[in-house]
């Protein structure tokens, strides 16, 4: 759990750093840092769904391919 925190710590930090170079308004860059990670996150969720469903079909073609050859 610390690494995970320490990451999201980092991911935020540079967020901030990246929009407020940027801009030079650290009000944009602290909207980034709460933004960015969020959608990333919502973003993240789909794409482990569509990655399982992915995973499952490949498992499911290699298992009809194993039933086939036996």
């Known amino acids: ?3 995970t925190l320490s990451f999201a710590a980092l991911h935020f930090l540079v967020a901030f ?3 407020w170079l940027m801009t030079g308004s650290w009000l944009i860059g602290g909207a980034l ?3 960015e990670p969020a ?3 919502v973003v993240f969720h ?4 569509v990655w399982k469903r992915i995973e499952t ?3 499911a073609s290699a298992s009809n391919h ?3 050859i036996a």
Do not use: P, Q
């Open 66 to 68: 194993d039933a086939f």
């Open 33 to 35: 840092a709460l933004v």
């Open 39 to 41: 959608c990333n996150t």
């Open 17 to 19: 750093s990246v929009g």
């Open 46 to 49: 789909f794409h482990e769904k």
């Open 57 to 59: 079909r490949r498992a």
């Open 1 to 3: 759990m610390r690494k």
